[in-house]
Structure formats: C-alpha cells, structure tokens
C-alpha cells in the first residue's frame, strides 16, 4: 500500500472514530538485544506475545497480549493486516474475570441454609469452604470476561508510537509490554523530554511575556501614566 493509501486508511482504523481521541506520544529507541531490523521481526515478536484467552480452569483472573486491529480475536499478523504504509498498527488487549463478593456470599448463604435444612447442623468450616471454591468456580464459568483494547500505532519510518488509551495507568501497562517485546525504550515525547535531548536549557522552558500578559500590564500601566 502506497503512503497516500496509509493516509486514507489511518483516520478509519484509529479509535479517533469510536469515541477515544486521548493518546500518548514516545520515540522509539532501540536497547541492548534489540532486533537489527525491526520492521521484519514486528509480526514474530507479536505472535510470541499474542493474547491468549483466560483459562477457566485456573485461578487466572486476567489475560493480556497483542492482537490484530481490526479483528480483536486475531493473532496472525499477517502483512496485510498489520502494515499500513509506514505504520504498524494493533491492539493491546486485556480481558479480565471478576466474581463479585457479595454474589458468591449469597450462593454461599443459600447452600448453608439448604445444608442446616436437610442435616440438621450448621456446616462446618472446612465443608463451607469447600462450598465457596465450588460455587466461586462455577460462578466463574458463567461469567463473561470484560475486555478492553488499547490500539497502538508505530511510525516505522520516524520511529515515533502512539499509545491510544486514556488512563495513565493503561498506558503505562501497554508502554512496559512493547518495550519488553521489541528490546525498546520509549521515550516520552513531551517538552521537557524533547528538550533535554536537544540540549535546551530548562530556564528557557517558561512561559514568554507575551504569554503570562506582561507587555499587556506594561502598556496599561503606561497609559495610566
């Protein structure tokens, strides 16, 4: 796809469209055992850490990993549906099983009162816990994962990734995934970043006169002269 192409598509895969127009800017830079070319091994390294469902038979409660763009339960990775001119565009997602307390309590409290009812005793501890991680299992099983993706786009030409998520937090997450991945470190792009690695001195960070309305108090005051 030509770069004109990369232009049209861009805009209708980004989240900019679904409502989520917050997004967090770094350079990418290369660390130690990171690949020679990058651009070549993006897909391995992205199956190598795809997502991968949670596995109700274990005590997981959350699950997380790249996936394709457009398809979030895709993890190929093929050229055509990770490349897009000079982007590379996916998805970090996170999907995540909760059983909410006071919804096993009451299974709990049911079977207790069924079991006191047919025995004719309380149940003791070790039965009612017991009772708990069954009901909490099956609890579970029924239970519909809550899924969130995060969209990340990757300039391969700049060097210059995109982090499409609104909570610092999610970025921070998503941010210490691809730098585990890839064998990169990203660096904020924000003033204070862009001018430490320019050599621009903080004191020249400030706001200008103009700004803060100096030359505006200046020249009042001088009319009420």
Known sequence: MTDAGALTIL????????????????????????????????SRTLKAR??????????????????ELENHDATDFAA????????????????????PGPVLRAEVDKWAAAFEKEKGRPPS???????????R?????????????????????????????????????????????FKVKLIPLIPASVAARTGIEDSALGPTAELIGMELSAEVSHGEA
């Open 11 to 42: 805009p209708r895969l980004m989240p900019v469209l679904r409502g989520a127009i917050t997004f967090s800017r770094f350079l990418v830079e290369p660390a130690e055992g990171a690949a020679a070319d990058l651009k070549r091994s993006l």
């Open 50 to 67: 795809a997502f991968a469902p949670i596995d109700r038979r274990s005590e997981e409660e959350r699950a997380v990993g790249f996936v």
């Open 80 to 99: 055509g549906n990770l490349f897009y001119g000079e982007y590379a565009l996916f998805g970090y997602r996170i999907d995540q099983i909760k059983v």
């Open 125 to 135: 501890r070790g039965e009612k816990s017991e009772n708990r991680s069954s009901a």
């Open 137 to 181: 299992q099956v609890l579970r099983n029924r239970a519909v994962p809550s899924t969130k993706v995060h969209d990340v786009s990757w300039n391969l030409k700049t060097q210059q990734l995109q982090i499409w998520a609104a909570s610092r937090k999610a970025v921070e997450e998503v941010l210490g995934a691809v730098e585990t991945a």
